[in-house]
């Protein structure tokens, strides 16, 4: 295979992937976003696979490319088929923790046999550029890995090892040893461009999956979905970086694409949230919530009722707005939802849902529940779109959602001030459905549950919702 005609269907790749990022950035045209973005890959593996062979030389190159594709292949498969809604956070940062880890391994490869990547004839050393790059990759692919293994550990939480608990990790001068390994790892670059040191290149990785850990500990539970895509961008970056060092304009292409897209919705995503970007980078936000909430505690009353009372409100109302949590996610609840709004319609009351950008535990998580329930699409609405329209709502009802729609970001000194919420609390009546009165991830007490116009309903998202529905008369 000439390498023209390699060139050629990597170009061919990555203009599906643009196809792929370009659907995926509105719901009507996610489905064709992702055919392309699997054609893309389909066309990627095909001839890395075949140029592998190639170079390997026949059978024995075939064997071990179809032993790859086997073995990941399957495992990709299964986790696909086993995989709950709610779980999809965990299984994206395990994604990007093995894109991390397999840019290391790139990485020692070609530096242990430069040659077998067309790097640098046999005997030869390494350009000094490609020291760098490789350098580079492996640094950024461990701080992707680790960093991704306790991301994963915060959000599965059931893990009883402290490090993968909700509750951030700090002590005193973190922010200072994250620097000095940072200046650090930066010696050992500089260290391995001049003299190609294994000692060096070692060093840096292992610098590398340090900070990882140490940039992700002191991160709140409340602040995840942002993690989630600031590693992706981490990992195309990874994977950019180890491209340009085996000349692959495919790693390159891709690796940009998932780097810059991962970085433009890490800044969308602390936008939604007030955090700063940079605090996001060097691992430094999210650190007070759990300790101001907790302190917060007490013991008050609220106003609690049945299916059958909500059912009323909603039955007489003109118009209603859901808003969907990461409670409707865990009691997979968006089928019972849309049977709900589908007889509120069926009554001639304007149904809407309203979505957080950060509610669930990653970007679009709420968007993906109602798709997957084929919500139409017209009355799913972004925060900036209906948080204007909250006063003319007769009944707001939350489903398992709290930080998001809690006043307490507009109230001074509340570690969550100034992060964007659903205005709630300004429709005539609010429903809201959890299981119990504890916290959100970001450990706060919520005043909307305390207010007057405000009714508890307690009990699992789909039981409760099934259960209005039925008392809707």
Same mark, same amino acid.
């Given at each position: 295979?000439?390498?023209?005609?390699?060139?050629?269907?990597?170009?061919?790749?990555?203009?599906?992937?643009?196809?792929?990022?370009?659907?995926?950035?509105?719901?009507?045209?996610?489905?064709?976003?992702?055919?392309?973005?699997?054609?893309?890959?389909?066309?990627?593996?095909?001839?890395?696979?075949?140029?592998?062979?190639?170079?390997?030389?026949?059978?024995?190159?075939?064997?071990?490319?179809?032993?790859?594709?086997?073995?990941?292949?399957?495992?990709?498969?299964?986790?696909?088929?086993?995989?709950?809604?709610?779980?999809?956070?965990?299984?994206?940062?395990?994604?990007?923790?093995?894109?991390?880890?397999?840019?290391?391994?790139?990485?020692?490869?070609?530096?242990?046999?430069?040659?077998?990547?067309?790097?640098?004839?046999?005997?030869?050393?390494?350009?000094?550029?490609?020291?760098?790059?490789?350098?580079?990759?492996?640094?950024?692919?461990?701080?992707?890995?680790?960093?991704?293994?306790?991301?994963?550990?915060?959000?599965?939480?059931?893990?009883?090892?402290?490090?993968?608990?909700?509750?951030?990790?700090?002590?005193?001068?973190?922010?200072?040893?994250? %620097?000095?390994?940072?200046?650090?790892? @930066?010696?050992?670059?500089? !260290? =391995?461009?001049?003299?190609? +040191?294994? $000692?060096? #290149?070692?060093?840096?990785?292992?610098?590398?999956?340090?900070?990882?850990?140490?940039?992700?500990?002191?991160?709140?539970?409340?602040?995840?979905?942002?993690?989630?895509?600031? %590693?992706?961008?981490?990992?195309?970056? @990874?994977?950019?970086?180890? !491209? =340009?060092?085996?000349?692959? +304009?495919? $790693?390159? #292409?891709a690796g940009s694409l998932v780097g810059s897209s991962g970085a433009i919705l890490s800044y969308i995503m602390c936008k939604a949230m007030n955090r700063s970007f940079f605090n996001v980078i060097l691992g430094g936000f999210g650190g007070d919530a759990a300790a101001a909430g907790a302190a917060g505690e007490e013991q008050r009353s609220v106003h609690t009722g049945s299916a059958d009372d909500?059912?009323?409100?909603?039955?007489?109302?003109?118009?209603v707005v859901i808003v969907p949590g990461y409670g409707l996610a865990v009691a997979r609840a968006q089928h019972a939802v849309k049977e709900m709004a589908a007889k509120l319609t069926a009554k001639g009351i304007s149904v809407r849902y309203a979505i957080h950008p950060v509610a669930g535990r990653m970007p679009g998580h709420m968007n993906v529940l109602l798709a997957e329930a084929e919500v139409p699409y017209d009355q799913v609405f972004e925060m900036d779109e209906i948080n204007s329209e909250f006063g003319d709502v007769d009944v707001a009802i939350v489903l398992g959602a709290n930080d998001v729609v809690n006043p307490a970001a507009h109230v001074k000194g509340s570690p969550i001030y100034g992060m964007p919420i659903l205005e709630v609390y300004k429709a005539r009546h609010v429903i809201v459905n959890k299981r119990s009165m504890a916290a959100g991830y970001a450990g706060l007490d919520n005043e909307l549950f305390y207010?007057?116009?405000?009714?508890?309903?307690?009990?699992?998202a789909k039981q409760v919702v099934e259960d209005i529905t039925k008392a809707i008369e």
């Open positions: 295979m000439s390498m023209n005609l390699v060139t050629l269907l990597y170009l061919v790749a990555s203009v599906c992937f643009i196809q792929a990022l370009k659907g995926l950035s509105h719901p009507t045209t996610s489905i064709r976003g992702n055919l392309f973005g699997m054609a893309g890959m389909l066309v990627a593996v095909v001839t890395t696979a075949a140029l592998i062979i190639e170079l390997a030389g026949g059978a024995l190159g075939l064997g071990w490319v179809l032993l790859g594709l086997l073995v990941g292949g399957t495992a990709g498969a299964v986790m696909a088929r086993r995989v709950e809604m709610t779980k999809m956070p965990e299984l994206v940062a395990f994604m990007h923790s093995m894109i991390g880890l397999a840019a290391v391994f790139i990485a020692v490869a070609a530096v242990a046999e430069p040659w077998a990547f067309g790097i640098a004839g046999h005997g030869q050393a390494l350009p000094g550029g490609n020291r760098v790059e490789l350098a580079l990759g492996a640094f950024i692919g461990a701080i992707t890995f680790t960093g991704s293994v306790i991301a994963f550990g915060k959000l599965s939480g059931k893990y009883k090892f402290r490090l993968f608990q909700g509750r951030p990790v700090t002590f005193p001068g973190q922010h200072w040893l994250n %620097l000095a390994l940072g200046l650090a790892a @930066a010696f050992f670059v500089f !260290g =391995f461009w001049h003299s190609q +040191s294994w $000692l060096d #290149i070692v060093l840096v990785i292992a610098i590398g999956f340090a900070l990882g850990v140490l940039l992700i500990i002191p991160i709140g539970g409340a602040d995840m979905p942002v993690v989630v895509s600031m %590693l992706n961008s981490y990992s195309g970056w @990874a994977a950019a970086g180890i !491209g =340009f060092s085996l000349n692959n +304009s495919m $790693l390159i #292409i909500a059912a009323f409100l909603l039955g007489n109302a003109d118009s207010m007057d116009k405000t009714m508890m309903v307690f009990g699992d």
